[in-house]
């Protein structure tokens, strides 16, 4: 399977939160980018990806990937992920001044297409996106879509994490589906 991965919105917070928890600096002011620690539910995703992860190919889909190579990228990831990291999707987009021209890649979910079709047209159906970004994506795509609506700190974004998998797994594994079930018949 590949495993699409974005990093802003799931291994750390996108944004901070308000000061004291007020909304209405918040309001005045706007959100502030995540100041930093970053990366740090990366060993969550570590331990959801667990059973998995001898199966999983990741590829990049951060924006993280605009200006750092492959080496940079890794060297971001807790080793057992960093071993499975094979590319990024913005390594294989257009140059960012055609893309400003028109090629209309304006969504995560368009990005995620482009690289499918013209980079690895081989992987069909065998993918997932981990994103807190869900703009634009198809009714009839959101099943490859673990959508965490806020990061991997969240029990909410976890379980849609272990939800993906699980359901990718089942749909994958002809033998999961029928797997007998002890004491019953078939």
């Keep these: 399977m ?8 799931v291994l750390h917070p996108l944004w901070e939160p308000a000061p004291f ?22 060993p969550v995703l570590v331990e959801l990806l667990g059973p998995y ?10 924006t993280w990937g605009r200006k750092r190579d492959l080496a940079t ?26 893309i400003q021209r ?17 980079a690895r047209p081989d992987i069909g159906d065998r993918w997932l996106a981990i994103d807190d970004d869900d703009l634009g994506w198809p009714d009839g795509e959101r099943h490859h879509l673990a959508h965490c609506a806020r990061d991997l700190g969240c029990i909410e974004a976890r379980a849609a994490v272990a939800r993906a998998l699980a ?11 029928r797997r007998p079930v002890p004491g019953r018949s078939p």
Excluded at 21 to 32: A, C, I, K, S, V
Excluded at 53 to 62: A, G, T
Excluded at 102 to 118: K, M, N, P, Q, V
């Design 73 to 98: 990228l890794r060297s971001l990831l807790p080793s057992e992920l960093a071993a499975r990291v094979t590319d990024a999707v913005h390594h294989q987009l257009p140059p960012q001044q055609d």
């Design 21 to 42: 928890n007020d909304w209405q600096l918040e309001q005045t002011f706007g959100p502030r980018p995540w100041p930093g620690p970053f990366f740090m539910h990366a």
């Design 53 to 62: 992860l001898d199966q999983v190919e990741i590829v990049i889909s951060s």
């Design 167 to 177: 359901g990718w797994r089942s749909l994958k594994d002809p033998l999961a589906i």
């Design 102 to 118: 028109g090629d209309g890649l304006t969504s995560r979910w368009e990005e995620i297409a482009f690289y499918r079709e013209h």
């Design 2 to 9: 590949i495993l699409f991965l974005d990093f802003d919105g």
